[in-house]
């Protein structure tokens, strides 16, 4: 069936030409609706509990160069971060690069340290910390969440918000207004402990 499936649309793609004027021409429609095809299997085969077959989709878009550049143009075109360097110092990366950044993403890699920032906390005078990693490192971090994200969705449940797309606490606070209305019910904070509280 997978044999089959896979000669149908998703045998290796001719891979773009890599000149420096062709990363605005590549057909980014084209390019998402084959990623998104390789996801909807990964769902629906995690879904129906065919977890074998799914672990072989996720293979195939780990693999997949229309997936590489996807998370590749996420990380240095689309993310909020794509300016913000890591220990390597890159931070606007050309077209060149970000064809070379496809090609360097293949296979298993060894991350690099993280970039360690303070940040102050939103209302208080204390800072954080927080950790950014290398774009290389974000691009195979992007690619492999573009292949486990399917199928985790199919396994959440339906009033989970938190950290999944197309979701947001506006969703949740809907939900819980609509919860409350149909009776009565209690509700637990459970959150952060506060200084000076035991």
């Known amino acids: 069936m997978a044999i089959a499936s896979l000669k149908k649309g998703f045998e290796k793609s001719k891979p773009i030409k890599t000149t420096t004027n062709t990363w605005k021409t590549i057909p980014w429609a084209k390019v998402q609706r084959k990623v998104f095809k390789l996801q909807k299997s990964i769902f629906q085969a995690a879904k129906s509990g065919q977890d ?18 996807l998370a590749v143009r996420r990380v240095t075109q689309d993310n909020q971060g794509k300016k ?52 290389q490192d974000r691009a195979r971090q992007a690619l492999v969440k573009s292949a486990l994200e399917p199928e985790w969705e199919s396994r959440f449940e339906g009033t989970s918000y938190g950290f999944r797309p197309g979701r947001s606490a506006q969703d949740a606070i809907g939900r819980i207004y609509t919860a409350i209305n149909k009776g009565n019910y209690y509700v637990l904070d459970a959150g952060a402990r506060r200084s000076g509280m035991k």
């Open 84 to 135: 913000t360097a890591g220990v390597d110092g890159m931070r606007a990366i050309s077209p060149r690069q970000r064809f070379e950044l496809v090609e360097n993403i293949k296979g298993n890699l060894k991350a690099k340290p993280l970039r360690r920032v303070w940040i102050p906390k939103p209302g208080r005078d204390e800072k954080r910390p927080l950790g950014i990693p290398t774009i």
């Open 52 to 69: 074998a077959k799914a672990r072989r989709w996720q293979r195939l878009l780990v693999k997949s160069y229309y997936a590489r550049l």
